[in-house]
């Protein structure tokens, strides 16, 4: 058997704005973009009379982050309040090519980061935690 990695999904509360951090600034281009409902997705996310959008952006590699916006049934939980060391606490890391140019337009576009970009112990990258507006958690890294 082989497994390969397809996407990650990210549940949002507005899709217009994650894309402004998706598309416009980490550059991921939109792919494709759907509204589904009905038997279909109701079984498949075990939910009932489920609709949802979602759109999906792709890297020059291909790999797909999907951004999933539940207009049925209602959004359950804001991640806002969960702490990075939480069981099940998820995060999505990206390879950047300079990630102190990306660290000054995600603090200008109103982006919570931990820190400043740090080097790691090894000296191999520069690391840098930070926050989508819904509350994901996204590690940026250079590698040097």
Not at 135 to 143: K, Q, S
Request: hydrophobic share 40%; glycine share 6%; net charge positive.
């Amino acid at each position: 058997m082989t497994v390969t990695a397809r996407h990650f999904g990210i549940v949002v509360q507005n899709l217009n704005q994650s894309l402004k951090l998706y598309n416009k600034i980490l550059g991921l281009k939109i792919w494709k973009r759907n509204v589904e409902k009905g038997s279909y997705i109701d079984n498949v996310i075990g939910l009932k009379n489920t609709v949802l959008e979602w759109i999906k952006l792709k890297d020059k590699n291909g790999f797909i982050i999907e951004l999933i916006k539940y207009h049925r049934p209602a959004l359950k939980n804001n991640s806002k309040a969960i702490p990075v060391n939480q069981i099940g606490c998820l995060h999505i890391a990206v390879t950047v090519s300079n990630i102190k140019s990306m660290y000054k337009k995600l603090i200008n576009n109103g982006y919570y980061c931990n820190s400043v970009p740090q080097v790691s112990p090894d000296g191999k990258a520069k690391v840098l935690y930070c926050r989508d507006k819904d509350g994901v958690i996204m590690e940026l890294v250079e590698e040097l």
